[in-house]
């Protein structure tokens, strides 16, 4: 089956990558079009065999065709790709913004929403998958068993999408930062501890407590407590966070809920 992938910038290329480097798709089965010619042209000289064409091209070719673009591009190239679009193809798209019920009434395909992750560069972690009304049983064992050999697949409908995504595809950067400002800020409190060091501190640690929940050891919630003993320094570190956290993240999910209410507001297909 050629599958194709329009838009090949941050999570359009990632895809294409992870998904060649697991031999999910084979180089001469795989189309991509975009609208700089040098991405198209670095990524074909990464892999030998793949199909570089024009968005419309790829639609007469494609049966599985992954719309890899910001909701506010998508308009164009799908409109450059209609005359192509049939309902015997399916349409994924990785925009969290476009509703699936504005994808159906706008093309004939069958869609799907695929929000990845940056994880998948190493094929791990959460790819979210959220299907239309139109999308068959073949279809979701199509889409499953493929984001399967990149990440781990979950499945969830549109109205659990805002806080998932959060927590799934924008989750490495989040942690990042708290992890990469705790180790700027230890570094910065004593001066015998470099910056270096801070940061290789905090991923081994990060690694290691993945690994400890991973794999079942300890949840969460038994870290803190094994951790964070009554009295003792961590204990407080703790409280000190709880006074601030909880309300950052409030906001942090509530005004990224309002921004994507507005944007959907905006949409044009």
Not at 32 to 49: H, Q, T, V, W, Y
Not at 142 to 151: D, F, P, V, W
Request: aromatic fraction near 4%; charge should be neutral; hydrophobic fraction near 45%.
């Amino acid at each position: 089956m050629n599958t194709g992938f329009v838009g090949i910038g941050s999570m359009g290329g990632m895809l294409v990558r992870a998904f060649l480097r697991a031999k999910a798709l084979a180089p001469d089965e795989c189309w991509i079009a975009n609208r700089s010619r040098a991405k198209l042209e670095a990524l074909a000289s990464e892999f030998s065999g793949l199909n570089v064409a024009s968005n419309r091209k790829l639609a007469t070719h494609c049966d599985l065709i992954f719309l890899c673009l910001k909701a506010g591009d998508s308009a164009s190239a799908l409109a450059e790709m209609d005359a192509e679009l049939y309902p015997g193809q399916l349409l994924v798209t990785t925009a969290s913004v476009i509703p699936l019920q504005a994808l159906e009434n706008r093309v004939p395909c069958r869609v799907a929403k695929l929000i990845p992750s940056i994880t998948q560069e190493v094929g791990a972690g959460v790819a979210l998958l959220m299907y239309g009304s139109r999308i068959t049983a073949e279809d979701r064992k199509l889409l499953e068993e493929l984001t399967g050999l990149i990440s781990h697949p979950v499945v969830i409908s549109e109205a659990q999408a805002r806080p998932a995504i959060g927590l799934a595809s924008g989750g490495p950067a989040l942690i990042a930062y708290l992890l990469q400002s705790m180790a700027e800020e230890a570094a910065r409190s004593n001066p015998e501890v470099s910056a270096g060091l801070a940061k290789q501190l905090i991923a081994e640690t990060l690694d290691a407590t993945a690994k400890l929940v991973r794999e079942g050891k300890l949840s969460l919630t038994e870290i803190i407590e094994r951790v964070a003993v009554p009295g003792g320094m961590t204990a407080q570190a703790i409280q000190i966070l709880a006074r601030q956290v909880p309300q950052a993240w409030e906001s942090v999910f509530r005004e990224s809920s309002e921004k994507e209410r507005r944007e959907r507001a905006d949409l044009i297909l």
